[in-house]
C-alpha cells in the first residue's frame, strides 16, 4: 500500500518562506515522480512543481518559477518544496502526488497516489 504524507503547511505573511514536504513509502520504485498540485477555493487543480526520482530532473509551474525549489532526500524517499517570496494568490491546499510508471509531468490525472493535502494561506 502506497503513502503519500504531506506535512509543513502553515500560516505566513506575503514575502515569507515555508517548506513543504512529501514523504512517499509503502514500496520499493524503480521508477518514480513526485509532484506538488495546489487548489485554491473556486479554481481549479494546479501544476506547482514536480521532480523525476530515478536523475533528479524537476518542473516548475509558471507561476511559481524563481520562488520554489524542490529537493529530495533519496534514502527517506523525500521531497522538499521551499517555497519563497510568498504571496497571496499562493494560498491553496497543497497536495503531493506520486506515480511509479513514465507519464506526463504535468496533468494531475497522470498521478496515481496522492496526500490528504496541506493548508497553505499567505497573507497580504
Known amino acids: 500500500q502506497v503513502q503519500v504524507v504531506e506535512s509543513g503547511g502553515g500560516l505566513v505573511q506575503a514575502g515569507g518562506s515555508l517548506i513543504l514536504s512529501c514523504v512517499v513509502s509503502?514500496?520499493?520504485?524503480?521508477?518514480?515522480?513526485i509532484a506538488w498540485f495546489r487548489q485554491a477555493p473556486g479554481k481549479e487543480r494546479e501544476f506547482v512543481a514536480a521532480?523525476?526520482?530515478?536523475?533528479?530532473?524537476?518542473m516548475y509551474g509558471d507561476s511559481v518559477l524563481g520562488r520554489f525549489t524542490a529537493s529530495r532526500n533519496n534514502a527517506q524517499s523525500t521531497m522538499w518544496l521551499q517555497m519563497s517570496r510568498l504571496k497571496p494568490e499562493d494560498t491553496a491546499v497543497y497536495s503531493c502526488?506520486?506515480?511509479?510508471?513514465?507519464?506526463?509531468?504535468?496533468?494531475?490525472?497522470?498521478?496515481?497516489?496522492w496526500g490528504r493535502g496541506t493548508q497553505v494561506t499567505v497573507s497580504s
Open positions: 509503502g514500496r520499493t520504485f524503480s521508477t518514480l515522480y
Open positions: 502526488a506520486a506515480r511509479a510508471r513514465i507519464g506526463g509531468w504535468t496533468p494531475s490525472q497522470e498521478y496515481d497516489y
Open positions: 521532480m523525476s526520482w530515478t536523475d533528479g530532473r524537476t
